[in-house]
């Protein structure tokens, strides 16, 4: 191995820190929650934690960060799955993702997620809206697609309750968020807006109204 270190968090199989050969099943004792619910579960065939947002939510610092990482540049990958609750309301549309370079208190993150009912819908402007960028504090969705839109959002082919695989690509400034084993990025990111040299953990991030599933987490650090 090189002078990357490969951090490996198989959520449906074993737990693995840096090249030792030590190993313990995953379960929600390993993640920090915040204004969330974190139980283990078997969805569609696989090993998972599951999920949901707990009561009325302040802002958007709404995952479950893992313990005992610290990243900075590097790829993650993992497997996803959201769907709106049985209760959500309207525009609920199972939004699901990944922070990264998350602050252990939740304060400062940056997060691609997924509107997993946007993939297919017959409104050519919720397509567009199937993928996105946002960075706490300061840079909530409403904002960006205001000040900006189009850029930190995209379309990508995505259904609700189907297993999704993400790939997140961070060099420094700029971070790739890849779906599905595409050669291309759905989505690209110039200007982490939390900036270059900031580190932290890893999260599963949920957004209103959502039951989102992960498994398969895989960080490999490149610095």
């Not at 497997?79 to 208190?105: H, S």
């Not at 961070?170 to 291309?184: F, M, P, R, S, W």
């Amino acid at each position: 191995m090189t002078k990357k270190l490969l951090f490996i968090l198989v959520l449906s199989l074993v737990f693995s820190l840096k090249s030792k050969a030590q190993h313990k099943s995953i379960s929600p004792s390993d993640v920090v929650p915040f204004q969330v619910t974190v139980e283990k579960s078997i969805y569609k065939g696989k090993n998972a934690l599951a999920l949901q947002i707990k009561g009325e939510a302040n802002g958007d610092n709404t995952l479950a960060i893992l313990k005992d990482i610290e990243f900075h540049n590097g790829v993650i990958e993992t497997t996803i799955c959201g769907q709106p609750l049985a209760n959500a309301g309207e525009t609920a549309r199972g939004f699901v993702g990944i922070a990264f370079r998350a602050a252990l208190d939740a304060s400062k993150m940056e997060v691609f997620y997924l509107r997993p009912t946007n993939g297919r819908a017959n409104d050519q402007l919720r397509r567009n809206h199937s993928s996105q960028y946002i960075s706490i504090p300061g840079y909530p969705w409403e904002k960006l697609r205001k000040e900006t839109p189009g850029q930190y959002e995209a379309y990508v082919d995505i259904l609700p309750a189907e297993w999704i695989k993400i790939k997140i690509v961070v060099k420094d400034e700029t971070a790739k968020l890849y779906v599905n084993g595409a050669a291309q990025p759905t989505l690209i990111v110039n200007d982490l807006k939390q900036g270059k040299d900031i580190r932290g953990s890893i999260g599963l991030w949920i957004g209103p109204g959502t039951l989102g599933h992960f498994t398969d987490v895989k960080v490999t650090k490149e610095d």
